[in-house]
């Protein structure tokens, strides 16, 4: 079963000037072939199918909670998406957007396609039960989620979008090792000579040097109070790209509040009147005996609080 916590793996800026086009790009990350819904179902259908568990247990704890962790880069993909998409003039959608699902079927949100509108394919999983045959389509897939997002932060200025590039590109980063840390341990093959795949060195990437500081680049967080403990058989070593010390870390990381998005009436999202709506869910409150202040927590900024007026 998967723990969902209310926040964010890293921290996102809050909505600036639109940008429909950039956001049709990065949909690819969300439902192309090697977007993050591919990453998330590849490793989810190999751990539901993975069989004498205790005899390999070191690698289903890897492939397990990989997959963990690809359920909040979809996330982040999805924030990123409706994050560009705010305050987009649904009268001009036709001249400022590439996918006009967006505004018609999204509520000018994320949706399961590709950067072209195609829907996401359970034709991409591979879990063929063979473990070297799905590590190494697990290392191919990675390598090329990290060409698409090169490409995709070549593409799209949006700070948005930079920003779910820059983390994504290290954390996958960790991935591409995990995966080929595990095929060497299986079969003696050194994916490891293949690094940087593609041959960008990450630290060149501004957006990425944050968190290489943070030596995100060398974790493996365990997200499980307790299961999981065998991946420290495989994931252990000297980093391919700069030789420090791989490590796992034995919790999620705390993570960053998401931004409370601001209603976009124009597309009925949450509601033509979202007033209506915020004092239903007040009146229930009150019969809930729960305080009159909502319990979750949002990111807020006087700088955010401005735009959210503006875009209202």
């Known amino acids: 079963m998967i723990l969902r916590i209310d926040r964010l793996q890293t921290e996102m800026p809050p909505p600036s000037s639109p940008d429909p086009q950039g956001a049709a790009a990065v949909q690819e990350l969300m439902g192309g072939k090697y977007g993050e819904m591919s990453t998330l179902m590849n490793y989810t259908f190999q751990s539901f199918n993975f069989r004498n568990r205790q005899g390999a247990r070191p690698f289903y704890d890897l492939i397990a909670n990989i997959a963990a962790e690809e359920y909040g880069h979809i996330e982040l993909v999805g924030t990123t998406i409706a994050t560009m998409l705010t305050g987009a003039d649904i009268d001009s ?14 509520g000018k949100g994320v949706l399961p396609q590709d950067s072209m509108g195609k829907p996401w394919s359970g034709d991409y999983v591979t879990s063929t039960g063979d473990l070297i045959e799905d590590l190494v389509h697990n290392f191919f897939l990675e390598t090329g989620a990290r060409n698409n997002k090169l ?21 996958g980063g960790v991935h591409q090792v995990a995966y080929a840390r595990a095929v ?71 993570g960053f509040p998401p931004h409370d ?44 609080e401005k735009i959210k007026e503006k875009l209202s």
Request: hydrophobic share 35%; proline share 10%.
């Open 93 to 106: 959608a036709l001249e400022q957007g590439r996918n006009y699902q967006h505004f018609i079927a999204g």
């Open 151 to 171: 490409k995709v932060h070549q593409m799209v200025d949006h700070p948005a979008a930079r920003a779910l590039t820059g983390y994504l590109l290290v954390r």
């Open 184 to 254: 060497e341990n299986l079969t003696g093959a050194n994916l490891m000579k293949l690094f940087p795949s593609p041959r960008i060195p990450t630290e060149k990437i501004p957006e990425c040097r944050p968190h290489l500081e943070r030596g995100e680049h060398l974790k493996l967080y365990r997200f499980s109070p307790k299961d999981y403990q065998e991946i420290v058989a495989v994931f252990n070593g000297p980093h391919p790209e700069t030789g420090e010390e791989l490590q796992v870390v034995d919790q999620a990381p705390e």
């Open 261 to 304: 998005l601001p209603e976009q009436e124009d597309v009925f999202a949450p509601s033509y009147a979202p007033e209506e709506i915020a004092e239903i869910a007040r009146k229930l409150r009150t019969a809930a005996g729960l305080p009159d202040e909502p319990l979750g927590e949002v990111a807020s900024t006087g700088r955010f």
